[in-house]
């Protein structure tokens, strides 16, 4: 395991996640699942955000309602008035994100931008809260993470863009297609982890070789989204720094097994 660089990963053994907040009866990405989550003990929560029409900066995955609320429509295209009315499996409340952060003020929060208009509001809104510490900042877009890190510097912590982590994976079969010079530098930008699945359409992403290159950067490994009790030991035994799971009380009874 990797010495942490950055405040936001500050805590001893492996960190576990929960993945949107675990997915109980539907309520991915509710302030009711949070809630539940860090109940538990988990004090490392993953969630999305995207804007509203009129700016308000909500954690949820979808690009619409659809799926997993009885609202519809784009979030993008919807006021935060109408936005609020929709409910999560017929239930909850979307929640902002700042709503999140003030009302779980001891989480760690890992935060996948999905969008650009998205990038600007959630820089502003850990600013406004003081949570440069407890807020990782990812996303698939790498010029977006490069712009969170431009505009935030050193203070925000990041994970790899794409396009680095395919250079990453790349180094660690012994590929020269991305200098470790530039990669050790984007590092020192930022980027404190390396947040990927454990296979990607059929390619295996992590494994000794892998785990190992991250470190020798300084970087940690997190990989989502392990829901299998095997797999979490796997991972784990390969020498991994963190979990995110939807299954919350599996990956806590493998913690406290692996503890023993």
Known sequence: MTNARHPYLARTGPLLFAHRGGTADGLENSLHAFRRAASLGYRYLETDVHTTADGELVAFHDTTLDRVTDG???????????????????????????????????????????TDAALVPLLEEI??????????????????????????????????????????????????????????????????????????????????????????????????????????????DLGVDGIMTDDLEMLLRVADDRAR
Request: one cysteine or more.
């Open 72 to 114: 519809r429509g784009r979030i993008a295209d919807l006021t935060w008035e109408q936005v609020s009315r929709a409910r999560i499996a017929g239930r909850e409340p979307v929640p902002r994100f700042a709503d999140l952060l003030r009302e779980l003020p001891q989480a760690h929060w890992n935060v996948d931008a999905k």
């Open 127 to 236: 600013e406004r809260a003081g949570a440069w510490d407890r807020v990782c900042v990812g996303s698939f877009s790498e010029a977006r993470v490069a712009r969170a890190r431009s505009l935030a510097g050193p203070r925000l912590a990041t994970s790899l863009g794409t396009r680095a982590v395919v250079g990453l994976l790349l180094l660690s079969r012994g590929g020269r297609m991305v200098p470790p010079r530039l990669l050790g530098e984007a590092a020192l930008r930022g980027a404190v982890c390396v947040q990927v699945p454990e296979r990607h359409a059929g390619v295996r992403v992590v494994d000794a070789a892998f785990v190992r290159t991250a470190h020798h950067y300084g970087l940690q490994v997190h990989v989502w989204t392990v829901n299998e009790a095997d797999r979490v030991h796997r991972l784990l």
